[in-house]
């Protein structure tokens, strides 16, 4: 019978005894049931819990011992490999020839593993943050299809302790120089530091070795950037033991990658998806956390001045180490190839490895920047730096990896093709290709803009002369501003002069024929 029929049961014998003035036997009759429920329906309104009976287990009693001792044999086994209710069950039937139910092993493992262990969770002993006073940091690992190609990315997770504000970076890689440049982009952000301590787990970019108890071997780099932030840092117990004492930010990584990254998330570069991250950061402020009266950008607002003010340079992130460039005009960084201009191939350059980008320098100047590559053994080309070389190689460029890696970042455009095309047409492959080298090599002093309108008139002319596209190019680039300064009425009034052929001597031959 279920309790609340019991309850409608007693209230109507204690009714009935009460308005009709009915005997305990008589109301035993009428109802059904023993003397005993009747007094114990007039003693009390509220009936007595049914007592539970212990059950005989005639099935799994002959082997509850067998059980028990591979239990308790578990307790010194790797983590990884005790036994589960299932596998209990399965050894039980192959070797023993049990005859039970794997659902009576469940509850049966179960309760010995209760009486085994004690408490069955760890409690946790609530907690409260004071505004701007902690934060909480910790990696987390997602896919993204970054260039059409499906990778393993890394996600930086910085997380304010008392209003939930996070900020989230991804990154190719788990390294030093991105575990740095993180809290650099999360400070950047939040507009302010932690006024009293962030908590790591052991993270290695950190921690060289963990030591007893709570002391740790840190890292020189971490601690140079702690002491530029003027943050203390607190390191939770290794392994699961020691993830509660950071649970926000574990919660919060798992939250984000379900609320934002699913599905998974597709862009053409890495960048890109950082700019989508930053924008459901900013999303997110307008959520409630549970139990919580405001909003994560309400209590943000509230902690924000509470936190450390920014320093007033950024922490420098990325190590610099000396690399030789090789035969090819590249230096070897983190298992990808970076060009450098070929007049420094076979020289010692210093790279400074940062979390998005590569920078080479020599002799005392930066030589080359490239975004840092996602995919391991990328080359990343940059064909300004190969076009000398390619002058006295023309037949090289057709094949070119840095000509593919430009045209697909757009440097690269249908114009130059068409140029191109259209000077090896009528100069031959070999002047027609030192013909665009030539006015390549004009990027480097002139804009863009410039060029390819010069480019559009060399075509329209069929001369493909670079040095007449030069001065063309020159001219470009002086009349622009000028017209760009010009009031917006006015810019309709400029007459633009008719295209002028190529410059001719051929008055000044007759003058030399005259004077012969």
Request: proline share 6%; hydrophobic share 45%; charged share 25%.
């Amino acid at each position: 019978m279920k309790e609340r029929s019991r309850v409608e049961q007693f209230e109507r014998i204690r009714r009935d005894a009460r308005d009709k003035e009915m005997s305990v036997r008589e109301l035993a009759r009428v109802y059904g049931v023993h003397r005993r429920t009747v007094r114990a329906a007039l003693t009390d309104s509220t009936p007595p819990p049914r007592k539970v009976p212990e059950r005989i287990a005639p099935a799994m009693g002959p082997w509850l011992e067998i059980v028990r001792a591979w239990l308790v044999a578990d307790l010194e086994a790797p983590r990884k490999q005790r036994h589960t209710a299932r596998r209990v069950w399965q050894r039980l039937v192959d070797e023993y020839g049990a005859t039970v139910a794997e659902s009576t092993v469940t509850h049966a493992v179960a309760r010995i593993r209760r009486e085994l262990i004690g408490t069955p969770v760890n409690v946790a002993v609530p907690q409260t943050h004071a505004p701007g006073a902690e934060a909480e940091v910790d990696f987390g690992e997602f896919q993204a299809v970054i260039g059409g190609s499906m990778v393993k990315l890394f996600m930086f997770v910085l997380r304010l302790s008392y209003s939930g504000r996070a900020v989230h970076v991804a990154y190719a890689n788990q390294a030093q120089e991105s575990f740095l440049d993180g809290h650099n982009v999360a400070f950047e952000r939040l507009g302010g530091i932690p006024s009293k301590m962030i908590r790591y787990d052991n993270l290695t970019p950190a921690v060289i070795r963990v030591a007893l108890g709570r002391e740790r071997l840190e890292n020189p780099r971490f601690i140079a950037m702690r002491s530029h932030y003027g943050f203390d840092s607190f390191f939770c117990i290794p392994g699961i033991e020691g993830a509660h004492e950071k649970g926000g930010v574990e919660g919060e990584v798992g939250r984000f990658r379900r609320r934002w990254l699913t599905p998974v998330p597709e862009f053409q570069t890495l960048a890109a998806l950082n700019e989508f991250m930053a924008v459901c950061d900013e999303k997110d402020q307008h959520r409630v956390i549970s139990a919580r009266p405001v909003t994560v950008g309400t209590a943000a607002t509230a902690e924000a001045p509470e936190l450390l003010t920014l320093p007033s340079s950024i922490f420098e992130a990325g190590p610099t180490s000396s690399v030789k460039v090789n035969h090819k005009a590249e230096v070897c960084v983190r298992q990808c190839y970076y060009s450098v201009p070929v007049s420094y191939a076979g020289r010692r350059v210093s790279v400074r490895i940062g979390a998005a980008l590569v920078e080479v320098f020599a002799d005392g100047k930066r030589i080359a920047v490239h975004v840092r590559a996602v995919h391991k053994y990328a080359h990343v080309l940059d064909l300004d730096h190969y076009l000398e070389v390619l002058t006295r190689k023309p037949g090289a460029m057709a094949g070119a990896t840095a000509l593919v890696t430009a045209r697909a970042s757009g440097a690269f455009t249908p114009i130059h093709q068409k140029f191109w095309d259209k000077a090896r047409h009528q100069l031959g492959d070999g002047a027609g290709t030192r013909a665009l080298i030539g006015v390549l090599l004009l990027a480097r002093t002139l804009p863009a803009t410039a060029v390819i309108e010069a480019m559009e008139t060399a075509i329209a002319a069929a001369d493909y002369d670079p040095d007449r596209l030069a001065v063309a190019a020159r001219a470009n680039a002086a009349f622009a501003p000028i017209v760009t300064q010009l009031p917006e009425e006015l810019t309709d009034r400029v007459v633009h002069l008719p295209e002028r052929g190529a410059p001719s001597l051929a008055g000044y031959d007759q003058l030399l024929v005259g004077a012969r």
